[in-house]
């Protein structure tokens, strides 16, 4: 099974490019800018990855991004995940980036999406992996902030396809910012939103009906409410689930009582990402294991998952089609 799973080609939908950034290549690029780390070594940087819940999380994810500055510094980062998409097979990625995380400390729009942009264009003619990339909002910021953030992204809107919302979700609700989602969606961006990962039901059917998403990060907590569970299936609308992420996270208590196969059991389109994967022990591959084992996924189950992982990405259907038939020969031997 195991030898399936990391076979498998699979797209990833649901990944912050900031998660991806190793402690080793921290530590790298924290000494080529001369820039002094809160921790001595990597082995006392890891130890700080014990986490109570997502803000805990997000401290250390912010404090790690406070290291790039240059253009390329964003490059290294991007291309160093990209390489590893490489190696687990996935032939499409959609990433996760936060602007304002960079920009409130003074570095440019541009030096960031340039270096990200310069690694996948570069990920695409060397290594085959195909991506479209996801400018992220961070939600404990005002409104305001996000318009602006938008502003910024105007001249690069042909390498930007869809606008998130992530960061703190308790007492950031999407509605909290209606209008900016509103304005991206009439400049034609496709939107995203993390709903339901700490938050309640509500915040997901927020998400569907003030933000109109196209696609829901997490999720998980749609299934306290039956209502909200039919309105997702009836839309088919895809949720793109993180196991390692839940457990790190305490969304979770453990990877067996993971809700996943009774989303898939009740028809939900799941799908299965890293979310973070440098700060949640493991890529793709490893979530898909992992949870393979806890919930004695079948075969069929992972086959299904990795399908769902091309029918909800945000490829055409020419592109889906020619995916998914590569997925078709591989299980066809
Ligand atoms: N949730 C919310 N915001 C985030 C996450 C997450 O898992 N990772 C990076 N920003
Ligand atoms: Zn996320």
Not at 31 to 48: G, P, S, T, V
Not at 110 to 118: A, M, P, Q
Not at 188 to 197: K, P, R, S
Not at 231 to 247: H, Q, V
Request: glycine share 4%; aromatic share 10%; net charge negative.
């Amino acid at each position: 099974m195991k030898k399936f799973i990391e076979g498998i080609p699979k797209a990833e939908l649901h990944l912050h490019i900031e998660g991806t950034f190793e402690p080793e290549l921290m530590f790298r690029i924290a000494k080529r800018n001369d820039i002094k780390l809160n921790y001595k070594n990597i082995k006392d940087l890891k130890k700080a990855y014990n986490f109570a819940n997502l803000q805990e999380f997000l401290d250390i994810y912010y404090m790690g991004c406070n290291v790039l500055l240059h253009e390329v510094d964003f490059y290294d980062l991007t291309w160093a995940y990209l390489l590893k998409a490489k190696e687990q097979n996935i032939l499409h990625t959609e990433i996760m980036f936060d602007p304002q995380t960079h920009t409130e400390r003074g570095i440019s729009f541009d030096t960031v999406i340039n270096g990200i942009h310069r690694a996948l264009t570069q990920a695409e003619t060397k290594l085959g992996v195909t991506s479209k990339l996801i400018m992220s909002i961070l939600r404990h910021l005002p409104e305001q902030a996000a318009f602006v953030t938008l502003e910024q992204a105007a001249p690069f809107k042909e390498w930007i396809d869809v606008i998130g919302l992530d960061s703190s979700e308790i007492g950031h609700p999407p509605s909290k910012f209606k209008r900016v989602f509103q304005k991206a969606k009439e400049e034609g961006y496709l939107i995203v939103a993390h709903a339901g990962e700490e938050g309640p039901p509500d915040y997901v059917t927020e998400a569907l009906e003030v933000l109109h998403v196209n696609r829901i990060d997490h999720g998980n907590r749609s299934l306290e409410d039956n209502d909200v569970v039919s309105d997702l299936i009836e839309r088919k609308m895809a949720l793109t689930i993180c196991p390692l992420s839940n457990l790190k996270l305490k969304v979770v208590s453990d990877l067996k009582v993971h809700p996943l196969k009774e989303m898939l059991l009740k028809g939900l389109f799941v799908t299965i990402n890293s979310d973070d994967p440098a700060y949640f022990g493991g890529y793709l591959n490893e979530n898909y294991i992992e949870i393979q084992k806890a919930l004695n996924l079948s075969k069929q189950d992972i086959v299904q998952i990795a399908t769902n992982s091309f029918k909800a990405s945000f490829l055409n259907e020419i592109e889906k089609n020619a995916m998914l038939l590569k997925l078709k020969e591989f299980t066809d031997v």
